[in-house]
T-cell receptor, first 110, second 114 residues
C-alpha cells in the first residue's frame, strides 16, 4: 500500500509556466520529501520539509505543508524542458520507514 | 563507492528460477530500503533495514521474497520461484538513518521473468 497520493497524475505545460502538484498522505509524519525520477530509474532527492514547517524554498522549487489537512504541494516556477520527469512525494514516520506516493508525470514542452 | 550501487542492472530469468539482487549502500548509511516499481507506476515499499535489523517487512509481497543485510552494509533481495508478475524495476536506497531519512537511490535492477 502507498502512504501518499499525488495529484494530478499527469501534467503538461509549456516552458516558462509554473507547475503545481499536490500530495496527500494518511498517517502522521516526521518529514515530507519530494523526489524526481527520470527515465524510470533512480530517484533524486529535491527537498525535505519537516512536520513543524509550513513552507520551504530551494531555487525554483517551493514546497508547502499543511499537517492539519495531511497535504503538501510542490511548485516549480519558470519551468524548463529539463524539468520533464516524474515527481514523487515521500513521508517518513518515527520509525524511519520511508513511503512514496504514486507520482505526477510532468511534461514541459519548449 | 560514492553512491548506491545495485547489481545486476538487468536480469532476465525463466519463470520458476530463483534470483538474487544486490545493493551496496553508501558507506556509513545505517538505513537501507528496497522498493519495487512496475512500468509507469509508483514505488511499492518492500522492506527496510536499520543496521542489520528489518523493523518492517510488511511490504514483501509473498513468502517467495526475502531480504537480508550483513555487516550493516550490503543487502540482498532474493526472489524464489519467480513469476511473471515479479517483473519490475527493483530499487534500493540508503540514508544516514537516526532521523535523517534523505534517501539516495541506486539505478535499480530491471527484472524480467519470461
Amino acid at each position: 500500500s502507498q502512504q501518499g497520493e499525488e495529484d494530478p497524475q499527469a501534467l503538461s505545460i509549456q516552458e516558462g509556466e509554473n507547475a503545481t502538484m499536490n500530495c496527500s498522505y494518511k498517517t502522521s509524519i516526521n518529514n515530507l520529501q519530494w523526489y524526481r525520477q527520470n527515465s524510470g530509474r533512480g530517484l533524486v532527492h529535491l527537498i525535505l520539509i519537516r512536520s513543524n514547517e509550513r513552507e520551504k524554498h530551494s531555487g525554483r522549487l517551493r514546497v508547502t505543508l499543511d499537517t492539519s489537512k495531511k497535504s503538501s504541494s510542490l511548485l516549480i516556477t519558470a519551468s524548463r524542458a529539463a524539468d520533464t520527469a516524474s515527481y514523487f512525494c515521500a513521508t517518513d514516520n518515527s520509525w524511519g520507514k520511508l513511503q512514496f506516493g504514486a507520482g505526477t508525470q510532468v511534461v514541459v514542452t519548449p | 563507492g560514492a553512491g548506491v550501487s545495485q547489481s545486476p542492472s538487468n536480469k532476465v530469468t525463466e519463470k520458476g528460477k530463483d534470483v538474487e539482487l544486490r545493493c551496496d549502500p553508501i558507506s556509513g548509511h545505517t538505513a537501507l530500503y528496497w522498493y519495487r516499481q512496475s512500468l509507469g507506476q509508483g514505488l511499492e515499499f518492500l522492506i527496510y533495514f536499520q543496521g542489520n535489523s528489518a523493523p518492517d517487512k510488511s511490504g514483501l509481497p509473498s513468502d517467495r521474497f526475502s531480504a537480508e543485510r550483513t555487516g550493516g552494509s550490503v543487502s540482498t533481495l532474493t526472489i524464489q520461484r519467480t513469476q511473471q508478475e515479479d517483473s519490475a524495476v527493483y530499487l534500493c536506497a540508503s540514508s544516514l538513518g537516526q532521523g535523517n531519512t534523505e534517501a539516495f537511490f541506486g539505478q535499480g535492477t530491471r527484472l524480467t521473468v519470461v
